[in-house]
T-cell receptor, first 107, second 115 residues
Framework: AQRVTQPEKLLSVFKGAPVELKCNYS??????LFWYVQYSRQRLQLLLR??SRESIKGFTADLNKGETSFHLKKPFAQEEDSAMYYC?????????FGTGTRLQVFP | KAGVTQTPRYLIKTRGQQVTLSCSPI?????VSWYQQTPGQGLQFLFE???????NKGNFPGRFSGRQFSNSRSEMNVSTLELGDSALYLC??????????????FGPGTRLTVL
């Protein structure tokens, strides 16, 4: 089965604290994974993809095939990071999204 | 470039009616995908069109259908509306690439409420 699991619906941290948004996937082939973000009143947009191995807005995500995980991390959270974050897997014929994690960063 | 546009932005319908939603992709993008977003189910894939052909389809009943025109604009139709069809319908476009790594660019969505 092709599936993306984001176990946390809500993650609350204070500004400056480290953040880790969890994502686990189930896929038999070689996975392509993405993180999408939706800020308040804005469109869903791509944050980063594992194939690029890039850091965007201080966020990084490493694909761990052994643990089938693609957790999103940032060492020091900012208030502007508050948003809804979706992990997504490119399956055999579609993009499969997790249910999302809302990140709240308090001042 | 202008982003993905969707019309209308809001719709209120009653059970049993049908509805058509429209999506204009980014200029040059040939692939258009549709998603249903609800608080309970999150984002669920409806279907994808490329060069006027449906390439992929999600697990939705036949009441949900779509099409794509030669200018890549796409429409989605839902017939015999049910209360459970109330959702935000998102359209996303990308350059092309079946099973590729093209970035999907999302529109603002159409909020459909079924009474």
């Amino acid at each position: 089965a092709q599936r993306v699991t984001q176990p946390e619906k809500l993650l609350s941290v204070f500004k400056g604290a480290p953040v880790e948004l969890k994502c686990n996937y189930s896929y038999s082939g070689s996975p392509e994974l993405f993180w999408y973000v939706q800020y308040s009143r804005q469109r869903l947009q791509l944050l980063l993809r594992h194939i690029s191995r890039e850091s965007i807005k201080g966020f990084t995500a490493d694909l761990n095939k052994g643990e089938t995980s693609f957790h999103l991390k940032k060492p020091f959270a900012q208030e502007e990071d508050s948003a809804m974050y979706y992990c997504a897997l490119r399956g055999t014929d579609k993009l499969i999204f997790g249910t999302g994690t809302r990140l709240q960063v308090f001042p | 470039k202008a982003g993905v546009t969707q019309t209308p932005r809001y719709l209120i319908k009653t059970r049993g009616q049908q509805v058509t939603l429209s999506c204009s992709p980014i200029s040059g993008h040939r692939s258009v995908s549709w998603y249903q977003q609800t608080p309970g189910q999150g984002l669920q894939f409806l279907f994808e069109y490329f060069s006027e052909t449906q390439r992929n389809k999600g697990n939705f009943p036949g009441r949900f259908s779509g099409r794509q025109f030669s200018n890549s604009r796409s429409e989605m139709n839902v017939s015999t509306l049910e209360l459970g069809d109330s959702a935000l319908y998102l359209c996303a476009s990308s350059l092309s690439d079946y099973l590729g790594t093209d970035t999907q660019y999302f529109g603002p969505g159409t909020r459909l409420t079924v009474l």
